[in-house]
């Protein structure tokens, strides 16, 4: 149970980066960084690592 | 026709990145899933699953091999957990080497060479650690997983802050809920590490198990290091056993801590009539000294760091530049096993355990513990 509220905050977390990655101009470094993260947390959230 | 802003742009191109790197590492990941082979020596008459003495484990990748050696002679029985912390290579690789070389004369041998199989799946976050080892047999290079100390999280996930040992209400760290070796005897109704320690439990308690002995390491800054660890009940036989071995290495024999819950060697000896011991090996992969950590260093146990340490007095074992190597953990482990099979004629009162012939310590050192097991198929 406990597990599937940990995935629902990892997939909430992820829908707010990707949509701020969609909204930063001008800041490549930025967008670098959230796709990073991005991996780190589609891993988890499809229970791959 | 409107012109899509450049900041769109390459954040499209960083999602099909990030799409490909979650491929590729799904397939890496998913890939440490994958067991190597284990192959049945001409001593194993039967291979069941842990599920078979308590069935909440199947279908679990808690689920794992249970090999029986029975020697068709009646006597005592022993059980080698290898494994319980797959990143302590000795102690799985001595528990293969039984499976794959030992065929016992008298009584009954059990060896679970992935106690936590879970762990085999992932490898401890932030040690650079390598998924795989390779050892040299006669008939070419096996690959063994090198896994984590704990259950997958992907298994058991998340962790407490706190993690309370359900018998004692001892409390933890958080991340040794994920610990086989903090979860004894278990619960039939617990998390999955628990689940499994109910079924080892389970299995002692169902065939009467005389000894039971888990296989570990240490790193070689620790205290608790080339020692056997024996619950109350099996002080003597551990005792008996150290006469034996010291004329080929050092090693020390420590009482189990009462106030120290969830391991084998305390709650075992308590909850079961097992004898209950467990012994450690210095595994210089496994320290906070070592440099790069690959197979190599897993096998040789050689490290440059280690050696300069030792000359500080910062190791707790002998360490020098030839180092520890895999098949030097492996002897100690498998010389103290057929001492206990051989000592318990002493003291037990079950009849004999006779682990067959198997090498000497020196001989494991010559030959390599490649030597003892199965060909690269
Ligand atoms: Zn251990």
């Given at each position: ?38 991996v ?10 | ?6 900041h ?13 790197a ?83 004369k008298?009584?009954t ?13 992932c ?34 996930w ?11 209400g001892?409390?933890?760290?958080g991340?040794?809920?994920?610990n ?17 320690a109910y ?9 009467d ?7 570990h ?10 020692a ?6 099996a ?8 006469w ?14 009462t ?18 011991l ?16 690959d197979?190599?260093l ?21 360490y020098?530049?030839s ?46 513990i ?8």
């Open positions: 149970m406990l597990k599937f509220v940990y995935l629902a905050i990892v997939a909430f977390v992820l829908v707010l980066i990707t949509v701020n990655m969609f909204r930063k101009k001008n800041n490549f470094f930025f967008q670098l960084d959230a796709a990073i993260v991005m780190t947390l589609l891993l988890r959230l499809l229970l791959i690592k | 026709m409107k012109k899509i802003p450049k769109i742009i390459t954040a499209s191109i960083l999602c099909v990145f990030v799409v490909a979650v491929i590729y590492l799904a397939i890496v990941f998913r890939s440490a899933k994958q067991e190597e082979p284990i192959y049945a020596g001409p001593g194993v008459t039967e291979v069941r699953k842990l599920s078979y003495w308590f069935p909440g484990l199947a279908n679990t990748s808690g689920d794992t091999d249970v090999y029986i050696l029975d020697s068709g002679v009646p006597g005592a029985s022993m059980l080698v957990l290898g494994g319980t912390h797959p990143n302590e290579p000795s102690g799985f690789i001595s528990a293969v080497m039984l499976v794959e070389y030992c065929r016992p008298a009584g041998l059990y060896v679970i060479p992935r106690a936590n199989n879970s762990a085999f799946t490898t401890d976050p932030q040690e650079a650690a390598p998924m795989k080892f390779y050892i040299d047999t006669d008939g070419g290079t096996r690959a063994f997983r090198f896994g984590s100390r704990a259950t997958n999280p992907i298994d058991q998340p962790d407490s802050e706190v993690y309370v040992h359900a018998s004692s001892q409390k933890l760290s991340s040794e809920t994920r086989l070796n903090r979860a004894y005897p278990g619960r039939e109704d617990g998390n999955l590490t628990e689940k499994i079924g080892i439990t389970t299995l002692i308690r169902n065939e198990i005389e000894i039971t002995v888990d296989l390491e240490a790193s070689p800054e620790y205290t608790t290091v080339n056997i660890v024996a619950h109350e009940d002080l003597e036989l551990a005792a008996l056993t150290l034996e071995v010291e004329d080929s290495f050092q090693i020390s024999v420590e009482k189990s801590p106030n120290l819950h969830g391991l084998t060697h305390r709650e075992l000896g308590d909850f079961t009539d097992t004898w209950a467990l012994m450690e090996t210095a595994n210089p992969s496994q320290g906070r000294l070592h440099g790069r950590i197979s190599d897993v096998v040789s146990g050689k490290d440059k760091f280690y050696t300069r340490a030792a000359t500080y007095g910062a190791v707790t074992v002998p020098t530049e180092g520890i190597s895999l098949s030097e953990r492996c002897a100690r482990h498998i010389t103290c096993l057929v001492q206990f099979a051989q000592q318990y004629a002493f003291v037990g009162s079950e009849g004999d355990l006779d682990l067959g012939d198997m090498p000497t310590y020196r001989q494991i050192l010559e030959n390599g490649g030597h003892y097991l199965a060909d690269a198929q």
